[in-house]
């Protein structure tokens, strides 16, 4: 198994750009999920999607971040404009989603973000 | 909303040492709970979880944890440590039947000496 894969895993840039993160769930899972891990907060869910539908999005920070799964395959997470307060590490993760709750989720490499 | 406390976010300790680590909850309906461990350079990854019935799971690597419901605690522990169990470990809680929202605590930094 490939695992969740995600890309980039290391990105730079300058407050006011538009950063876009990548992820690529298990084969088969059909629920993805997204997650920030900052040395303050600690790793926090930003948004799930369960069969591609978003479900649960509380946990994004505000309107400058917007996430999509256009298919089971592919998800993306975008920032517009940056600042450098969403310099952390995003993690994608992924599960095949049983409904008992007690899923084991699947986590990427992750991307560290920088904004300078 | 869930929350999750971690203590003691840095941890030494020698290699044959006994580790335990705390991990309490504040949800007062049937939980799920999960211990995720990430080594040096590598992913997240489950070390063990309890849903349902013996309050003592065992795990990978020889790591079990314990969940007492009355203290709302799910403590993870491990008789004697080796140098390859330096990692951060992360307690996380989700809310019963349906709920896929994972709530982390902050995780314990975890380093063995040899």
């Known amino acids: 198994d490939a695992g969740v894969i995600q890309s980039p895993r290391h990105e730079v840039t300058e407050m006011g750009q538009e950063v876009t993160l990548r992820c690529k769930p298990i084969?088969?899972?059909?629920?993805l999920f997204w997650y920030r891990q900052t040395m303050m907060r600690g790793l926090e869910l930003l948004i799930y999607?369960?069969?591609?539908?978003?479900?649960?999005d509380s946990g994004m920070p505000e309107d400058r971040f917007s996430a999509k799964m256009p298919n089971a395959s592919f998800s993306t997470l975008k920032i517009q404009p940056s600042e450098p307060r969403d310099s952390a590490v995003y993690f994608c993760?992924?599960?095949?989603?049983?409904?008992?709750?007690?899923?084991?989720?699947?986590f990427g490499p992750g991307t560290r973000l920088t904004v300078l | 909303a869930q929350s999750v406390s971690q203590h003691n976010h840095h941890v030494i300790l020698s290699e044959a040492a006994s580790l335990e680590l705390g991990c309490n909850y504040s949800?007062?309906?049937?939980?799920?709970l999960f211990w995720y461990v990430q080594y040096p350079g590598q992913h997240l990854q489950l070390l063990l979880k309890?849903?349902?019935?013996?309050?003592l799971v065992k795990g990978i690597k020889g790591f079990e944890a314990e969940f007492i419901k009355s203290k709302f605690s799910f403590n993870l522990r491990k008789p004697s440590v080796q140098w390859s169990d330096t990692a951060e470990y992360f307690c996380?809680?989700?809310?019963?039947?349906?709920?896929?929202?994972?709530?982390f605590g902050k995780g314990n930094q975890v380093v063995v000496i040899p």
């Open positions: 993760a992924s599960s095949l989603t049983s409904g008992s709750g007690a899923d084991t989720q699947y």
């Open positions: 084969s088969g899972h059909n629920s």
């Open positions: 999607f369960n069969n591609n539908v978003p479900i649960d």
């Open positions: 949800y007062g309906g049937t939980v799920n």
């Open positions: 309890y849903f349902s019935g013996d309050p």
């Open positions: 996380a809680v989700n809310a019963g039947r349906g709920n896929n929202r994972l709530a």
